[in-house]
């Protein structure tokens, strides 16, 4: 997106209080984020890094966690089963990197 045409996407934001992500860091509540090339130049991060909370930020995507959306997360539990997703602190016994 151009300089102008991503100036002129904010203002018509602004205007129409659409919650799109045309600012960063993004609004938690947005519905529609840029595309990897749409991401701003980061100084000392890698061409489309991802990282826009800045500097001070540890959690990321993270911040798109809100109580807004876990609470319409919460409408998809259909019976209650819990199903956990992590792995025991041994596996996997060797590490993929060695």
Known sequence: MSGASNRL???KDA???NKTA???PWDPDCTIFPTRKELPTIPGA???AA???GEDDHIGRLNLLTPT??????AEIKTGEVIPLDLPLNVPEVPGFS
């Open 9 to 11: 996407t904010k203002i």
């Open 51 to 53: 990282w826009v909370w």
């Open 22 to 24: 045309t600012t960063i």
């Open 69 to 74: 959306r876990i609470k319409a997360a919460s």
């Open 15 to 17: 205007l129409t209080m």
């Open 46 to 48: 890698p061409p489309e």
